[in-house]
């Protein structure tokens, strides 16, 4: 897994496509004039033959990817995910009512794509993938964990949503643990006063704040969720218990996203303290990612500043 | 196949007696076209989706599907006393093609434009599995206002996709009223020649003349349409060439006894 590191999150996201059509006949790649920015063009140089543009035509991208899978194909869609939920409704419709083997692939999610602004940054997709019956949904912090979760999808039986980035990660998963599991959290800091969980590309920002806060005197666990959805529940409780105090943290919106998931899921059995890092409103353009990052308030010493509030209302 | 549309039409103006709720008009103008695919036998009912070098319907308008019921049980596949059940809670017969829905080869379409993206990687994905099964695909008109539809055929022709048959039940009416009036069509046959398909024309309640295009359209080496002009209501004067969806129960009654 090695190489996988000095990759990009699209440059793995390209490797893994091309690793799984190798593994398997029977996965097929649709773009809409997006195999190029989303290196699903390393699928396109060893399975020619099985990868289709549809140029830039989003409906019908998710729609033929139905069709696709009516034939019996696994298809992986993959465009930005700022643009993929213009096909929502296709999602809706035309993949979860019959709960296809779609995969359809967001990239340039988040603030990846701070070059071109608010217009293709989504800070949505999580939410609106979320709220169908059949989807899973995972959001992989680096490229190690974008290369494992779209190798995983694979055996996923209904529709899957896979938030990826661009070029910005902080490698942190590699080393973390060795098999992707689809709706296994994973704890990258032990710590008893206060549970931070992540999803997507702000892990390493969480695992900075844990020392942070060790350095003033609070223990505070990080664990990550590469799987939005199935939640991985047993691991919520574990730690919103043994904690009493929860902070989640993504790059998404505050509403309807990872922390509303989890939100969802302490209220409704044994409430703690929470609450919830994230945007609520839409980026800008910027030089790069952590520019905004910065700008937006998702930082290490803001996690860590909320997290030491948590810990005194507990 | 005469007797076939008839005695279809009839079941159609059946479930409309009890079944308020369904679109009768839409169902009266595609009857002739699906007689012509199930009446030869290029779709049939009770093919497994999966057997090698079968065919598919696509009935991209779905909300016409009653017209499927019909067929099927003017062939012997559906019961009166089911039908009679159409659109009720626990019935199996439901309003748009649906998951669960019996005799429909490719379900969830209902919301336009969708069947035809469907239809298209459909064909897209027999070919690639080398099958020489054929994707029959049938629109409204209405439903081409969608920018979703042309994206779709634009793939059709650019893929060169001569195992997708798509017809065209150019009714001329849809939801606010006559189609040309909601929104221009433009040059249809234009539009889709200029993209490379084949473009027939036919009288879309002629069952022969469809069935002749078919058999034109399936020696060809590139996507064909067939633009069948048809009449929305047609067999029941009072809502023929309108939007009205409803009838009286005598009334339904009435045509639904009516001889073949």
């Known amino acids: ?314 | 196949m005469a007797p076939l549309t008839c005695k279809a039409r009839r079941y159609i103006l059946l479930m409309a007696a009890y079944d308020p709720g369904m679109h009768l008009g839409s169902s009266l103008s595609v009857l002739e076209i699906l007689a012509a695919l199930y009446g030869t036998g290029r779709v049939k009912f009770n093919v497994a989706n999966g057997v090698k070098n079968r065919n598919y319907l696509v009935l991209s308008k779905g909300h016409a599907v009653h017209a499927i019921y019909a067929i099927a049980a003017a062939m012997g596949h559906l019961t009166i006393d089911e039908l009679r059940e159409t659109g009720s809670l626990g019935s199996r017969l439901q309003n748009h093609p649906e998951v669960d829905t019996p005799y429909v080869d490719v379900p969830n379409s209902g919301s336009l434009g969708q069947g035809i993206s469907l239809a298209v990687g459909l064909a897209l994905g027999l070919r690639l599995r080398g099958e020489e099964g054929r994707v029959y695909l049938v629109t409204g008109d209405g439903e081409l206002d969608e920018g979703q539809s042309w994206e779709s055929f634009a793939v059709a022709a650019h893929y060169g996709l001569n195992n997708l048959v798509t017809i065209v039940d150019l009714n001329d009416v849809q939801l606010d009223g006559h189609s040309h009036e909601v929104l221009k069509k433009g040059d249809l046959a234009g539009r889709f020649k200029s993209l490379g398909f084949e473009v027939l024309q036919v009288d879309g309640h002629d069952v022969g003349e469809v069935v002749e295009a078919l058999e034109k359209a399936e020696k060809s080496d590139r996507p064909v349409v067939i633009l069948a002009k048809t009449v929305r209501g047609r067999g029941v004067p009072s809502i023929e060439d309108t939007a009205k969806q409803r009838l009286p129960r005598d009334e339904a009654l009435s045509y639904a006894n009516g001889p073949c």
């Open chain 1, 1 to 314: 897994m090695l190489d996988i590191q000095s990759l990009t999150p699209r440059e793995a996201l390209g490797r893994a496509l091309a690793d799984l059509g190798d593994l398997r006949e029977d996965v097929v790649v649709v773009v809409a004039d997006t195999g190029e920015t989303t290196r699903a063009k390393f699928f396109a140089e060893r399975h020619p033959g099985r990868f289709f543009n549809v140029g830039i035509a989003e409906q019908a991208m998710v729609g033929i990817a139905a069709g696709l899978a009516l034939a019996g194909f696994m298809p992986y869609a993959l465009t930005f995910a700022a643009f993929l939920t213009r096909a929502w409704e296709q999602a809706r419709n035309s993949v979860d009512r019959m709960a296809l083997p779609v995969r359809l692939v967001g990239t340039h999610a988040g603030f990846a794509d701070a070059y071109d602004g608010p217009s293709h940054q989504a800070l949505e997709d999580i939410a609106l993938f979320r709220v169908l019956p059949n989807f899973t949904v995972l959001a992989p912090a680096d490229s190690c964990e974008v290369y494992r979760a779209v190798l995983a999808s694979a055996a996923v039986k209904g529709p899957v949503y896979i938030r990826v980035g661009r070029d910005f990660h902080i490698p942190t998963t590699c080393e973390l643990y060795g098999r992707f599991e689809v709706g296994k959290a994973y704890v990258a800091v032990e710590g008893g006063d206060v549970a931070i969980f992540t999803t997507g590309v702000v892990l390493p920002f969480a695992v900075e704040a844990a020392q942070i806060l060790r350095d003033r005197g609070i223990s505070a666990a990080v664990v990550h969720f590469p799987t939005v959805k199935p939640l991985d529940y047993a691991t919520v409780e574990k730690y919103a218990q043994a904690t009493g105090a929860v902070l989640t943290v993504e790059e998404h919106m505050v509403h309807g996203g990872f922390g509303s998931a989890v939100a969802e899921y302490i209220v409704q059995t044994r409430p703690v303290k929470m609450a919830i890092m994230g945007l609520k409103s839409y980026g800008r353009t910027a030089k790069s990612p952590a520019e905004l990052y910065t700008y937006f308030g998702l930082t290490p010493e803001n996690i860590a500043a909320r997290a030491e509030e948590l810990v005194k209302l507990r």
